[in-house]
């Protein structure tokens, strides 16, 4: 309710008024991505194989745009017998996937490179800025009650965020290089990361203007609920054999969870 054309001006004789602002969405990200590579070689010579793997989901809600959940009186006059409350609530659910696999096999028989490499990474991120904001502004005249006795006349202003952020990123690599006369070798990498970014504004306000209950309370509140959790997964396997001659095998892993607000 603004004065947005001309002053606004809201009255109700018998009951109350009330201004509601609610988000209940659900915004879900998944992303995948396997890799598999084979090199198998009988004579002799090199054989290679190599299998890598990349996956990204990214969520971002409001960020640079404004976004925001509000109700509010914004220089207008209000009037009523009974209660006024302005609520504004944000019940957003923000789910972000990622997983990624890679398998590398590389086997030979005679004398030579067997090899074999195998990568997989994978990132999920989910960023939320939103303003959730319940006022009276800016020169506003709101008043509860009227003079009757027989309804509550309070006037309840409320901002709560119950946001819920889930960003999971699981990345997985095996790499296997067998020979049963040469050289052998295997390589594996795996990493994960999951971010959640959560920079809400949760206002709850009463600025330059002139608010009465009657007989009643005034009641500003602004809570921030949110519920923020990550989750990052990386394991990597690698095998090198020879029967004969050297074998060489390498492995690595990481995963990052970060969770900011």
């Not at 603004?2 to 915004?27: E, P, Q």
């Not at 502004?137 to 003079?147: E, I, L, P, Q, Y």
């Not at 006349?153 to 409320?158: G, P, V, Y």
């Amino acid at each position: 309710l603004n004065a947005s054309g001309g002053l606004k001006h809201v009255k109700s004789s018998a009951g109350g008024i009330s201004l509601s602002a609610t988000d209940n969405g659900d915004v879900v990200g998944v992303a995948g991505t396997v890799a598999v590579a084979v090199g198998v070689g009988t004579g002799t010579g090199a054989t290679v194989a190599i299998a890598a793997g990349v996956s990204v989901v990214l969520n971002d809600i409001g960020a640079d745009s404004g976004s925001s959940i509000r109700s509010y009186i914004d220089g207008s006059t209000v009037e009523s017998a009974g209660p006024i409350s302005l609520s504004s609530v944000s019940n957003v659910h923000v789910i972000g996937v990622g997983v990624a696999g890679s398998v590398s096999v590389a086997a030979g028989t005679g004398p030579g490179l067997s090899g074999a490499f195998a990568g997989a990474g994978v990132g999920g991120r989910n960023t939320m800025e939103i303003e959730i904001e319940s006022s009276i502004k800016n020169f506003s005249t709101v008043t509860a009650n009227n003079g009757t006795t027989m309804l509550n006349d309070s006037i309840t202003l409320t901002a709560q965020d119950n946001s819920e952020f889930d960003a999971d990123a699981v990345g997985a690599s095996v790499a296997v290089g067998a020979s049963l006369a040469g050289n052998a070798g295997a390589i594996a990498v795996g990493f994960a990361v999951a971010l959640n970014k959560a920079d809400n504004n949760v206002i709850a306000q009463i600025h330059q203007s002139f608010v009465t209950a009657d007989s009643g309370s005034v009641t500003l509140t602004a809570s921030e609920d949110a519920d923020i959790a990550a989750v990052a997964v990386a394991a990597t396997i690698s095998v090198g054999a020879s029967a004969a001659m050297s074998g060489l095998a390498i492995s690595g892993g990481g995963a990052i969870a970060l969770n900011s607000s």
